[in-house]
């Protein structure tokens, strides 16, 4: 019988060479070589397919006499609203597309993807998108944008407003006016009340000021007496940009209470003005931390952070809140979905593996499972 | 003196110059040795080891997670390279099948290796060659690395008590062999 763990004893140092420093030192050279050249050609590829991607859209566009139909690798769409429409790719880049109406109209329905920016732009009108259902179409010297679903924000020469669901608002493309949106209007499938027939809503310009807007018929239910208008009202019809010019003119009309709190944040948002939704929302929190709506607060927080004011840490933060405040709460697994989202958006790879990691621990059957393990490199 | 944010390797390469490098990279260093002897093992060829090695370092950068703890690191570097050399050994055996690629593990890397010794390596090369992947890269990693059976296991993406009988069955052809 042979020894073989004698014999191996003798062998084990000549069955593999030994690396000298030297040797180390030039594979670590190597190897961050290689990892350059990875990222380069990762980045190279992603620029070349968006510009492939962005030519074929032109080509289908141009050639297309039927109304047609768009799509995007992310999954987003664009369809012709009628056959003389003209929409064109103008920029496709990682991080960005725009996406240009000429002539006629189209109906986008964009995915929502934080890390890209989708725009439109109909003439001096931009429409920024997070991920929504909208229209947007060039009539004369108006330009239409009404929303199905999500938010959209309008910049135009007189100033940036948002559109909610349901809204559909007229923007003429020269003339004077005052700053903010064209005349905003309910679409009709809303279950708002019914609004006055107002063929003005698409034909004339915007009013002088937002708040001057004339308000859609109040509901029969709402006396008719001359009490000034309350931003309640005016956030009840959607009119969030006159909303909150009544918040700004009388700020004690917003009481101190959770729901009048999370309800002026969302006017503050609405209309355009993210950042002055802030402080309403930390006040839930710092002042109402034991309600069930602080959650609710804190979750807003970190969508309004990361969503609109792009700011990925601090969204991050409030998102460890809402899910603090209420561990087994209806929203803690989305908030620490969107805490992997702010790691992943921030750069932090690691971080957004380590969380990802965890939510498929916590949420095996979570909904968001299968971006997860992407994220988490299972997949 | 070394920066104290990398006082989690000081243990992994204290007997290494001090280096100003991103903690990863001292990482690299300090379990290089070990990855290049498995890869060596389990491939056969230097040229091919370096290029894992190559990739093993960008699949650091990326993936390697926790520094703080060696063993954790040292246990990620072991899985690593042999799921990459697994991998390239696959390729390599499928390549041999449509015959574009040359048999290996013949190499005796060690220039100090008497003759004896020399005829020996050679001997348990190719007697390693005989083995399946998975009894190969048990039994090396088992009896040349030294690995404990528990980091075999985790190594092999397997079982304790699979890794138990891979490693049996592997030492009952090679003592079959050794023994004539």
């Known amino acids: ?379 | 003196m070394v920066p104290k944010r990398h006082s989690s390797y000081l243990r992994l390469v204290a007997d290494a110059p001090v280096r100003e490098e991103p903690p990863v990279t001292a990482a690299f260093r300090a379990n290089v040795r070990l990855a290049h002897a498995i890869a060596f093992r389990i491939l056969g060829r230097e040229g091919e080891v370096e290029d894992l090695l190559q990739d093993l370092f960008v699949a650091a950068q990326r993936d390697l997670g926790d520094l703080s703890n060696e063993f954790s690191v040292r246990k990620w570097f072991t899985v690593a390279t042999v799921r990459l050399a697994r991998r390239r050994s696959r390729r390599q055996r499928l390549l041999r099948f449509f015959g574009f690629d040359e048999p290996i593990l013949c190499d005796v890397p060690s220039t100090e290796a008497t003759p004896e010794q020399r005829a020996q390596v050679i001997a348990l090369n190719t007697t390693l060659g005989l083995l399946s992947l998975e009894l190969r890269v048990a039994w090396t990693l088992r009896h040349l690395e030294g690995l404990s059976l528990a980091e075999v296991a985790a190594a092999c993406d397997c079982s304790l008590a699979t890794a138990k009988r891979r490693i049996a069955a592997a030492a009952d052809v090679i003592e079959g062999v050794w023994n004539g």
């Open chain 1, 1 to 379: 019988m042979v020894d073989l763990d004698g014999r191996l004893r003798d062998l084990r140092e000549h069955t593999a060479p030994t690396l000298t420093d030297a040797d180390v030192d030039r594979l670590i050279a190597g190897g961050t070589r290689r990892r350059k050249l990875r990222r380069a050609r990762r980045i190279g590829g992603g620029v070349v397919f968006a510009g492939v991607a962005a030519a074929l859209a032109l080509l289908t566009l141009s050639r297309l006499r039927e109304p047609a139909a768009l799509s995007f690798a992310d999954g987003s769409t664009v369809a012709l609203v009628d056959s003389h429409s003209e929409v064109s790719v103008t920029r496709s880049t990682l991080t960005s597309t725009e996406v240009a109406v000429r002539h006629g109209g189209g109906r986008f329905d964009v995915k929502r993807n934080p890390g890209r920016l989708f725009r439109v732009t109909a003439g001096p009108i931009t429409v920024d998108v997070i991920g929504t259902r909208f229209t947007v179409t060039r009539d004369g010297d108006e330009v239409r944008v009404g929303v199905e679903r999500g938010r959209v924000r309008v910049r135009s020469p007189r100033g940036d407003v948002v559109l909610g669901e349901g809204e559909a608002s007229a923007f003429p493309e020269h003339g004077s006016g005052a700053p903010g949106a064209g005349k905003t209007v309910p679409l009709p499938e809303l279950d708002d009340p019914p609004a006055a027939p107002e063929p003005a809503a698409t034909t004339l310009p915007a009013p002088a000021t937002p708040q001057a807007a004339p308000p859609a018929t109040p509901p029969a239910s709402e006396p008719r007496h001359a009490e000034p208008p309350s931003w309640r009202d005016s956030m009840k019809r959607h009119d969030f940009a006159g909303a909150y010019a009544l918040m700004r003119k009388d700020p004690s009309a917003v009481h101190d209470a959770p729901d009048d709190l999370l309800q002026a944040a969302d006017v503050a948002r609405w209309s355009g003005h993210p950042a002055a939704a802030v402080p309403l929302l930390e006040r839930v929190l710092k002042r109402y931390a034991a309600d069930p709506r602080a959650q609710l607060a804190a979750f807003t927080l970190g969508r309004l952070y990361f969503d609109e004011l792009h700011r990925p840490r601090e969204a991050d933060a409030a998102f460890a809140r809402a899910r603090a405040l209420a561990p087994n709460g209806p929203l803690a697994e989305d908030a620490l979905f969107h805490q992997i989202e702010c790691a992943d958006n921030s750069g932090d790879v690691k971080t957004a593996r380590a969380r990802a990691r965890e939510y498929l621990q916590t949420y095996p059957t979570g909904s968001h499972v299968r971006s997860a393990r992407r994220i988490g490199g299972a997949e």
